[in-house]
């Protein structure tokens, strides 16, 4: 079965800190899709990454960096120099196939409360 | 990238009424998910709906409770009936890509409070 597991459940930082967030996944698929989602008090999903299981090439993108090691089964996610605007809940999420081919379910981790102080 | 319009995005509800939530895909999607968010809580899958058949429905959720409809391949509506404080949530569609190389996309949720 597919599971994530996200074991940090709440952490602080000061501002201009850099902090890791751990993900870690369990799945028997080859092919499966790993993503990144911040909920901000608002409580929509903003996407912030998607990986596919071939690529383990690890992504920066400005401030965010994320690390891909399939023979961990990890997919962490670093914010470098960390700002106020940061703080929001974090979820890792995994997702198979549906028949092969089509995007199917997400199956999401507990998600970890990032607050970042001034 | 598709975008997803969900509403009402909060409502306050007496219980024992029912609510019924949309879900509206700019673009033609095979399958739309349902999930809650209960408060402090991770996603939770409710059911995968797709067009043309009856809503597929995960462990501890049932129709009677959560009916779901699937009209055509951009609209979902998620009805939460005779509802009890419990259901007080955030509820949020999601639409599945049809290409290997597509996010998950997500409508704005809809924050539910029942009273």
């Known amino acids: 079965a597919q599971k994530v597991t996200q074991a940090q459940t709440e952490i602080s930082v000061v501002e201009k800190e850099d902090v890791t967030l751990d993900c870690v996944y369990e799945?028997?698929?080859?092919?499966?899709?790993l993503f990144w989602y911040k909920q901000p008090p608002s409580g929509e999903l903003v996407f912030l990454i998607r990986?596919?299981?071939?690529?383990?090439q690890n992504e920066i993108s400005g401030r965010y960096s994320w690390n891909f090691q399939k023979s961990t089964s990890s997919f962490n996610f670093t914010i470098t120099a960390s700002q106020v605007v940061d703080s929001a809940v974090y979820f890792c999420?995994?997702?198979?196939?549906?028949?092969?081919?089509?995007?199917?379910?997400?199956?999401f981790g507990r998600g970890t409360q990032l607050t970042v102080w001034p | 990238s598709a975008v997803i319009s969900q509403k009402p995005s909060r409502d306050i509800c007496q219980r024992g009424t029912s609510l019924t939530i949309q879900c509206q895909v700019d673009?033609?999607?095979?399958?739309m998910f349902w999930y809650r968010q209960q408060p402090g809580q991770s996603l939770t899958l409710i059911a995968t709906?797709?067009?043309?058949?009856?809503?597929?429905?995960e462990s501890g959720f049932v129709i009677d409770k959560f009916p779901i409809s699937r009209p055509n391949l951009t609209f979902s509506t998620l009805t939460v009936s005779n509802m009890s404080p419990e259901d007080s949530s955030i509820y949020l569609c999601?639409?599945?890509?049809?290409?290997?190389?597509?996010?998950?996309?997500f409508g704005q949720g809809t924050r539910l409070t029942v009273v």
């Open positions: 999420a995994l997702s198979d196939l549906d028949r092969g081919s089509t995007l199917g379910r997400l199956y």
């Open positions: 673009s033609q999607v095979t399958m």
């Open positions: 999601s639409a599945g890509g049809q290409s290997m190389n597509t996010e998950a996309f």
């Open positions: 990986r596919n299981s071939f690529d383990e």
């Open positions: 799945t028997r698929d080859t092919t499966y899709y």
């Open positions: 709906a797709n067009q043309g058949s009856e809503a597929t429905y």
